[in-house]
C-alpha cells in the first residue's frame, strides 16, 4: 500500500460503515461487498472494482454520498476516483498496520480472524441477503410444500429435486426461501459455492461481460459454482440473448449435478417469449407453487412480525389487519409496520379506532378491493352480455350457453387484469390454472377463426376498459 502519511483508509472503513446503515442489506451486500480500497495521496482516495459494471453503477449511484461523508468525516475536500483491479489486487488490500497487528494477536486468534475474513467473503461473493432463514418464515397450508423442498434442496443439494422452479405472486415469500435455501447452505456445508442473483443481475453482468469482451470471465462466474439461484426468471422474457447463455449455463449445472434453483411471478407455461428448449429445462424439475396466506397464517405471521419487532398489539387490531389485508405477506408486514412506527414515535399504545384510520388508506387494502372488483366486474358485464348469472358463470355447468361465456370471461380476466392463471382459476369457483389457460387457448383461437366472436369478444373488451378508466 502506497497511502504514505495520507491513509483515509480508517475514513473509509467508517464511510462504508454509515452506508450500511442507511441502504436496504441486499443493496449494501451487492454493491459494497464488490468495493475495496486500494490507496490513497493527499486529497485522494482510489477505489477499487471487480467490473467496469460494478464501478459505473457504483458512480451513478453512490460517488456523491461517498465523497460526501469521506469529506466530513476527514474535514478535507477529497477526490474519490475508481479503476478496475484484479482479483488479487482487491484480496490484497487491507487496513495500514496489518502486519503489526498480525504480529500482536495470538496465533489461535489469528486463525480465527483469517477464518472469519474468508467467511465474510464467501458471503460476499454469494450476494446472499444473511436475514432470510428458514427459521423466520412462517409455514401454512399455502406454503408447506416449497417450504418442505426447499429445506429438503437445502439438506442435501444436487442428489434431489434438481432443477426446482418456486413460482407465486407478489410478496409471498419466494426470495425468502431462495435465500433460506442459499444460506442454510453456506452454513452448514461452506465448502460448496453457492451464487444468487436476480434475473436481472444476471442479464446485466451478461451484457457488461460482452462489452468489456470477458465472455469467458463471466462464463465460469455462473458455471463453476455448486448451487446457482436466480429470482424473478420473468424478467428474461423477450431476451433472446441472456435466455440463449442461461441455457447453456444451465445444461453446463445439470451434467454436473449442480443445484439450480429459480424463482417466478407465475408458472412457466404463462411466460411469453421464453424459448421452448429454455421453458423445458425449468420444468424438468419439481415446480411448487405459494398460495396467499388464508387467515390462520396471516394471523401467524403478524404475531410473528410483532415479536422480531418487540412490540405488542391488541388482538381486535391484529384480526383487523388479517381480516382485510388478504393480498401477500409483504402487505401484512408493511400494515403492521405502520401501526408499530406510530405506537413508537408519539410513544401511545394504539388503539382499534386509531389503527382503521391508519390503514384505511394502504394501498394493500385500495389495491386488493380494487382487484376483487376487477374480476366480480368482467364475470358480471359478461354475464349481462349473454343473460346468464354470475354464480352460473362460476359454477359446474358445461352446456354451451353456459361454457363460452365462461371461457370468455377467463379470456378477458387474463387479458386486461394483472392477475395470475391461479388467482382468476380461485374466482371462477376455485378451478385449476389449466383450466384458464385452455379457456385463453380457445378464445384466441376462435377469434383468428369467427370475424363474428371476434368483434363480441373486443366489444366486451372496450365495455370493461371504459368501466376501469
Given at each position: 500500500m502506497s497511502d504514505g502519511q495520507h491513509s483515509y483508509y480508517e475514513f473509509w472503513k467508517e464511510t462504508v460503515?454509515?452506508?450500511?446503515?442507511?441502504?436496504?442489506?441486499?443493496?449494501?451486500?451487492?454493491?459494497?461487498?464488490?468495493?475495496?480500497?486500494?490507496?490513497?495521496?493527499?486529497?485522494?482516495?482510489?477505489?477499487?472494482?471487480?467490473?467496469?459494471?460494478?464501478?459505473?453503477?457504483?458512480?451513478?449511484?453512490?460517488?456523491?454520498?461517498?465523497?460526501?461523508?469521506?469529506?466530513?468525516?476527514?474535514?478535507?475536500?477529497?477526490?474519490?476516483?475508481?479503476?478496475?483491479?484484479?482479483?488479487?489486487?482487491?484480496?490484497?488490500?487491507?487496513?495500514?498496520?496489518?502486519?503489526?497487528?498480525?504480529?500482536?494477536?495470538?496465533?489461535?486468534?489469528?486463525?480465527?480472524?483469517?477464518?472469519?475474513?474468508?467467511?465474510?467473503?464467501?458471503?460476499?461473493?454469494?450476494?446472499?441477503?444473511?436475514?432470510?432463514?428458514?427459521s423466520s418464515f412462517v409455514i401454512g397450508d399455502n406454503s408447506a410444500f416449497a417450504y418442505n423442498a426447499s429445506l429438503a434442496i437445502a439438506k442435501n443439494p444436487g442428489s434431489s429435486y434438481n432443477p426446482c422452479l418456486i413460482y407465486g405472486g407478489v410478496g409471498l415469500g419466494k426470495t425468502h426461501l431462495l435465500s433460506s435455501i442459499g444460506n442454510h447452505i453456506l452454513e452448514n456445508t461452506p465448502e460448496l459455492k453457492v451464487m444468487y442473483v436476480t434475473a436481472e443481475m444476471f442479464t446485466n453482468e451478461f451484457i457488461e461481460s460482452i462489452g468489456s469482451q470477458r465472455t469467458q470471465h463471466f462464463k465460469n462466474k455462473f458455471r463453476k459454482v455448486d448451487v446457482l439461484l436466480i429470482d424473478d426468471i420473468h424478467f428474461l422474457q423477450g431476451k433472446d440473448s441472456t435466455q440463449e447463455e442461461l441455457f447453456h449455463t444451465f445444461n453446463n449445472l445439470y451434467d454436473a449435478k449442480k443445484q439450480m434453483v429459480f424463482t417466478c411471478d407465475r408458472p412457466i407455461s404463462e411466460l411469453k417469449n421464453i424459448t421452448d428448449r429454455l421453458s423445458s429445462r425449468f420444468e424438468r424439475g419439481l415446480n411448487v407453487d405459494l398460495q396467499p396466506p388464508n387467515y390462520e397464517t396471516r394471523m401467524a405471521i403478524l404475531k410473528k412480525k410483532l415479536s422480531q419487532k418487540?412490540?405488542?398489539?391488541?388482538?381486535?387490531?391484529?384480526?383487523?389487519?388479517?381480516?382485510?389485508?388478504?393480498?401477500?405477506?409483504?402487505?401484512?408486514?408493511?400494515?403492521?409496520?405502520?401501526?408499530?412506527?406510530?405506537?413508537?414515535?408519539?410513544?401511545?399504545?394504539?388503539?382499534?379506532?386509531?389503527?382503521?384510520?391508519?390503514?384505511?388508506?394502504?394501498?394493500a387494502l385500495a389495491a386488493n378491493a380494487s382487484q376483487t372488483l376487477s374480476i366480480d366486474t368482467i364475470i358480471k358485464v359478461v354475464g349481462q352480455y349473454f343473460n346468464i348469472s354470475s354464480f352460473e358463470i362460476k359454477g359446474k355447468k358445461k352446456n354451451k350457453s353456459i361454457v363460452q361465456p365462461r371461457q370468455i370471461a377467463m379470456y378477458l380476466a387474463r387479458d386486461i387484469t394483472d392477475f395470475s392463471t391461479t388467482e382468476i382459476g380461485t374466482e371462477f369457483g376455485g378451478r385449476d390454472h389449466t383450466t384458464v389457460m385452455h379457456s385463453y387457448d380457445r378464445v384466441e383461437s376462435m377469434m383468428k377463426a369467427d370475424e363474428a366472436f371476434t368483434n363480441t369478444v373486443l366489444k366486451l373488451k372496450r365495455d370493461l376498459t371504459t368501466i376501469k378508466s
Open positions: 460503515s454509515r452506508i450500511r446503515q442507511t441502504l436496504p442489506e441486499q443493496e449494501y451486500h451487492t454493491w459494497f461487498n464488490r468495493l475495496s480500497y486500494l490507496r490513497s495521496e493527499k486529497g485522494k482516495v482510489v477505489v477499487g472494482g471487480a467490473s467496469q459494471f460494478i464501478l459505473d453503477t457504483v458512480i451513478t449511484r453512490y460517488r456523491e454520498l461517498l465523497v460526501n461523508t469521506l469529506s466530513e468525516l476527514t474535514g478535507e475536500e477529497l477526490v474519490v476516483q475508481f479503476e478496475v483491479a484484479s482479483r488479487d489486487e482487491l484480496e490484497q488490500q487491507s487496513g495500514p498496520g496489518k502486519e503489526a497487528k498480525e504480529a500482536s494477536v495470538p496465533k489461535s486468534e489469528a486463525k480465527q480472524a483469517i477464518s472469519a475474513q474468508k467467511s465474510a467473503k464467501i458471503r460476499a461473493e454469494s450476494n446472499l441477503n444473511s436475514s432470510y432463514e428458514f418487540s412490540a405488542s398489539m391488541s388482538e381486535e387490531i391484529l384480526n383487523y389487519i388479517a381480516t382485510n389485508v388478504v393480498t401477500n405477506v409483504r402487505d401484512l408486514e408493511s400494515s403492521l409496520t405502520k401501526l408499530v412506527a406510530y405506537s413508537e414515535l408519539l410513544d401511545q399504545e394504539v388503539s382499534f379506532e386509531k389503527a382503521k384510520e391508519l390503514l384505511g388508506v394502504l394501498p
